[in-house]
């Protein structure tokens, strides 16, 4: 069994990331979709169900920040599997999140949320934000430049994890401006991460800029997004010099030159959540201290 497991959902065209550490803690980053929701939902419904059949309590839920496809499914989910929450992290005030009934909910959780209404980061990498069974959990960025941008994206929070000197980033819909930023603060040399979510869903236009590729280096790349705003872009994956290989699969990305959306097969640690325009898929990183990191489809 592995000792860290992180679950990238196939949520349609939004996002969400399911972990489980070594101790058994159970923390949720995003959930939520725009797309195709209602043909991929219920599958991640149905896998995050059988991960609370012991314990209905969720240790930590993260929200980036407050766009509807990163959170609007949650009330839903906790509906359904009648979960509770220990702690509540998001980016900016309650009042920003205005889709649906999710500020009610933030409201009636207020006890255990954390609201970052001004830019925040660890003062280093030593000293993680949390911990969980020796996961350590850094805040790389929350709430840049607030209220400066006309859209949440630049106020995402990013998110570090971190088990046995293995890392993963998970940048919600970070910018090239909060990308910079990070870099700026912690240096281009102390990011280095085994494994990238690609922010904005791998977006060319707003994430993912040169200096956060040569900075990050990641081994394997992970990207949550259906067939809507040309995400991902092909040319952006294919500007990370992805090393980690994997058995031979395929991803699906959106060629800027034909244009148009293609199937590229490859056995390199790339993983988008749509093999085909009609076929989505979820996918794991698992890390163990014995046997290093795996990648696995986790699709049912």
Same mark, same amino acid.
């Given at each position: 069994m592995p000792d860290?497991?992180?679950?990238?959902? !196939?949520?349609?065209?939004?996002?969400?990331?399911?972990?489980?550490?070594?101790?058994?803690?159970?923390?949720?980053? !995003?959930?939520?979709?725009?797309?195709?929701?209602?043909?991929a939902v219920p599958d991640a419904m149905t896998f995050l169900k059988t991960q609370f059949t012991t314990s209905k309590?969720?240790?930590?839920?993260?929200?980036?920040?407050?766009?509807? !496809?990163?959170?609007?499914?949650?009330?839903?989910?906790?509906?359904?599997?009648n979960l509770t929450v220990s702690r509540i992290w998001i980016s900016g005030?309650?009042?920003?999140?205005?889709?649906?009934?999710?500020?009610?909910?933030?409201?009636?959780? @207020?006890?255990?949320?954390? +609201?970052?209404?001004?830019?925040?980061?660890?003062s280093d990498?030593?000293?993680?934000?949390? @911990?969980?069974?020796?996961?350590? *959990?850094?805040?790389?960025?929350?709430?840049?430049?607030?209220?400066?941008?006309? !859209?949440?994206?630049?106020? @995402?929070?990013?998110?570090?994890?971190?088990?046995?000197?293995?890392?993963?980033?998970?940048?919600?819909?970070?910018? *090239?401006?909060?990308?910079?930023?990070?870099?700026?603060?912690?240096?281009?040399?102390?990011? +280095?991460?085994?494994a990238l979510k690609m922010g904005h869903h791998g977006s060319a236009r707003t994430s993912s800029g040169d200096d956060w590729i040569a900075a990050i280096k990641p081994q394997a790349l992970f990207v949550s997004a259906d067939n809507l705003y040309s995400h991902p872009s092909c040319d952006v994956i294919t500007k990370f010099n992805i090393t980690g290989t994997w058995k031979s699969h395929d991803y699906y990305c959106y060629n800027i030159n034909k244009p148009g959306y293609e199937v590229v097969t490859t056995n390199k640690s790339i993983c988008t959540s749509m093999l085909?325009?009609?076929?989505?898929?979820?996918?794991?990183?698992y890390v163990n201290s014995n046997w290093g990191t795996a990648i696995g489809d986790t699709n049912y």
């Open positions: 860290l497991i992180i679950n990238f959902l !196939d949520v349609g065209q939004g996002d969400g990331t399911f972990i489980t550490t070594p101790n058994g803690a159970k923390i949720l980053v !995003d959930f939520g979709t725009v797309k195709n929701g209602s043909i309590n969720l240790d930590l839920l993260v929200v980036t920040h407050a766009d509807r !496809d990163h959170y609007n499914r949650i009330e839903e989910l906790f509906d359904t599997l005030k309650i009042g920003d999140y205005t889709v649906g009934d999710f500020k009610s909910f933030l409201t009636k959780h @207020s006890g255990v949320v954390t +609201a970052y209404a001004k830019n925040a980061h660890t990498l030593n000293t993680p934000d949390i @911990s969980f069974g020796g996961v350590n *959990f850094y805040i790389l960025s929350v709430n840049l430049g607030y209220p400066n941008y006309s !859209d949440p994206n630049p106020y @995402s929070l990013v998110l570090m994890v971190e088990y046995k000197g293995v890392r993963c980033v998970l940048p919600g819909d970070a910018t *090239f401006d909060t990308e910079e930023a990070i870099i700026g603060y912690f240096g281009k040399n102390k990011l +280095a991460s085994y085909s325009q009609f076929i989505g898929v979820q996918y794991a990183l």
